[in-house]
């Protein structure tokens, strides 16, 4: 889903857009949109009139009626189109998905045996085998194997990612290929319900439910439109009271003047090309509520690994403590990591490798391995000869240690101290009741944190750091990273327990995750991005999928939130704004044959009523597809203030959509008064 393939206007969109914005013309889809739907009704009324002028005795404004029916007609089009245009991205979007998710041949284990069958008929927890240049058949889980997968046919991202049984990096996706070693995925999805499903549904704009605010904007809308249409249905009565004729076409044009017909029209747009600007930023919202939410936040918990820092903790050096050597540190250090797949368990491996120091391999033999937890901060090994061999946080293995009637080496916690201050995370390395070392894993802060960070300050956003270090190292990347608040030695329920905090407080909370263990979490969170690369358990807790697996791309994502609300806001500011200006170019013009002292309020010096008339119109209609680029595109956002920026929308689009309508309609008034 590479944005740049399809651009907003390209001819293919664009032809079906014209062709949907005639299709949209039926009534009962009108009727989803209030405001367009009485503009649709009033151009319907005045083709009648216009064809049937006996019936309704206006045998001589044939000319006119037929010039305010088009204009309707027109207005009634362009806001269609705008609609469609917006819906035209996704489906193109959606049609590229589409030729991703084809049916391919599946390698199903069955018995102690192999049997090609096809994809579809693949069901919920198939174990199936797929090799080096093969096609992975539906979504799933790497129960066993490691492999290098070409995800490009989802996420766009030429640069294959590394898919391995156990950790937080083995789920697949159907429809990407494996292109190096050979893996066994455990399916987790019935046919129709797979990920790529799901994204072709969720991209197809027309499918977008409305949003809270939406709703609220559109209840708003309809009800102004009530309003004005009960005041021009009674305005017919009293002109005749008072001896003004007015015609019907008169009135329906004052009506279509009145009612806020350009946000009308462009409402739905708006928020269907929010969710496809999420979409095409590699994003996939499961709805416009999310990216809506994401607009308004107010508290963002990261985790460090990943997103603050690059991710990669490797183990750079052995630190013997007590009366240990180096080489036994390493040696029981290397014990506890034979059967840790991690990276920081590999990494420990390499770094022996690396320093020319053995190892007694074959005590693997029979062990068992014990996984690291989140409740224990602690993995290692339990030889066959009974003893345990563990590697951890300092002070879990204290703990356990301590718990085994061990003592703890006086050297400990201040060369631990010492690598905490230095950024780095120290892992105590024990064998059942005696602390022999540390192993110091660095970790780097990614470049310009500090700078992104300043910008969610601006906005407004509070920035809390999530890690399972000590005290010590995470106040040294908090500090060095720039963010306001962190939370060290973080458990699943911790992060829970903060945004629980925060959103009790009357605050909208973000945070991403690719862990099983972050699912909690990202399901309690008001925005909760997981990563593609990530679990299933936390792809279906989020209500936003990153295709690239970025976590700090939740950064990006608030600014985006904040330019849909911000472009709706500034649209509507304008269209209120220019409705004003539009009462005194057609009620001066209604009246003031009549009543003449009303044309100290033509202050356009509009020709004549006639021309007034129809400039307004023609105005009221050609604005809104002027419009179409600016909702499409979004307003440009800048991280400020709240404060700033509705100043600063006041002052463009308020005061902007007030002088545009005088300049606008003297223009075309200038062209249509040679023609009446």
């Not at 120290?426 to 005696?434: Q, S, T």
């Not at 992104?452 to 999530?466: P, S």
């Not at 129809?614 to 597809?625: E, G, K, M, R």
Request: hydrophobic fraction near 45%; charge should be neutral; include cysteine.
């Amino acid at each position: 889903m590479n944005p740049n393939r399809k651009s907003m206007l390209s001819k293919e969109i664009a032809k079906r857009a014209l062709l949907d914005s005639l299709i949209k013309c039926n009534p009962l889809t009108m009727m989803k949109n209030p405001v367009m739907f009485v503009v649709e009704i009033g151009t319907f009324v005045v083709l009648l009139m216009t064809v049937f002028p006996g019936y309704f005795n206006t045998q001589d404004d044939i000319g006119f009626n037929l010039s305010v029916f088009l204009i309707l007609l027109f207005t009634v089009l362009f806001a269609n189109f705008a609609e469609a245009l917006a819906e035209g991205r996704g489906k193109a979007q959606a049609a590229t998905l589409k030729k991703t998710k084809k049916e391919i041949n599946a390698n199903k284990v069955v018995g102690g045996g192999i049997k090609v069958v096809p994809s579809t008929e693949l069901l919920k927890n198939d174990i199936v085998i797929v090799s080096q240049g093969e096609m992975i058949p539906g979504d799933g889980e790497v129960i066993e194997g490691l492999a290098s997968v070409d995800e490009s046919a989802i996420t766009g991202e030429s640069a294959p990612v590394i898919k391995e049984a156990g950790g937080d990096f083995s789920s697949v996706t159907g429809g990407t290929r494996v292109v190096s070693d050979r893996i066994t995925v455990r399916i987790t999805s019935d046919p129709g319900e797979t990920f790529i499903d799901r994204m072709i549904a969720l991209v197809e704009g027309a499918k977008r439910q409305k949003t809270p605010n939406e709703i609220a904007l559109n209840t708003l809308l309809v009800s102004l439109t009530l309003i004005f249409l009960i005041v021009v249905v009674t305005l017919g009565p009293m002109a005749d009271y008072l001896g003004i004729k007015l015609e019907i076409p008169v009135l329906i044009s004052l009506l279509v003047c009145l009612i806020p017909t350009t946000i009308g029209g462009l409402l739905s747009a708006i928020g269907i090309a929010g969710m496809d600007r999420v979409t095409r930023f590699n994003v996939l919202a499961m709805s416009g509520k999310a990216v809506e939410a994401a607009g308004d936040i107010d508290t963002m918990i990261l985790d460090k690994t990943g997103t603050i820092t690059f991710g990669n903790r490797m183990a750079s050096e052995f630190i013997p403590v007590g009366e240990a050597s180096t080489e036994t540190v390493g040696g029981w250090a290397a014990v506890s990591s034979l059967k840790d797949e991690t990276p920081e368990g590999r990494s420990v491996l390499e770094l022996m490798k690396k320093n020319g120091l053995a190892y007694p391999a074959n005590l693997a033999e029979g062990a068992e391995f014990i996984e690291f937890k989140a409740e224990t901060r602690m993995s290692g090994i339990d030889l066959p000869d009974g003893r345990k061999v563990r590697k951890g946080a300092v002070d879990s293995v204290k703990k356990w240690v301590q718990a085994q009637g061990g003592l703890i080496p006086q050297d400990l916690d201040a060369k631990g101290n010492a690598i905490a201050s230095e950024g780095g995370t120290p892992l105590a390395v024990a064998v059942d009741n005696r602390i022999f070392g540390l192993i110091y894993l660095k970790d780097t802060v990614k470049p310009g944190m500090r700078e992104r960070f300043d910008q969610l300050r601006k906005m407004g956003i509070k920035t809390i750091m999530c890690t399972g270090d000590n005290p010590l190292t995470a106040a040294t990347i908090a500090s060095e990273a720039g963010v306001d608040d962190f939370i060290a030695e973080s458990k699943p329920e911790d992060k829970i327990a903060v945004i629980k905090r925060e959103q009790a407080a009357g605050k909208l909370v973000a945070m991403t995750g690719d862990g099983t263990n972050d699912a909690p979490a990202l399901a309690q969170a008001d925005v909760g991005l997981a990563m593609n690369s990530g679990t299933t358990a936390a792809k279906e807790a989020a209500n936003m999928v990153d295709l690239d697996s970025d976590p700090s791309k939740i950064i990006e994502v608030v600014a985006i939130g904040k330019q849909l609300l911000m472009t709706r806001g500034a649209l509507t500011t304008f269209s209120i704004a220019n409705d004003v200006a539009k009462y005194f170019a057609i009620i001066p013009a209604m009246f003031m044959l009549a009543i003449p002292k009303l044309s100290v309020l033509n202050i356009m010096g509009l020709g004549s009523p006639v021309s007034a008339i129809l400039s307004a119109l023609v105005f009221n209609a050609v604005i809104i597809p002027l419009l179409i680029p600016l909702a499409m595109k979004g307003v440009a956002y800048k991280p400020t203030s709240s404060a700033k920026l509705l100043s600063r929308n006041l002052f463009v689009y308020g005061l902007g959509g007030l002088i545009a309508p005088f300049v606008g309609i003297k223009l075309i008034d200038l062209i249509v008064h040679l023609w009446v």
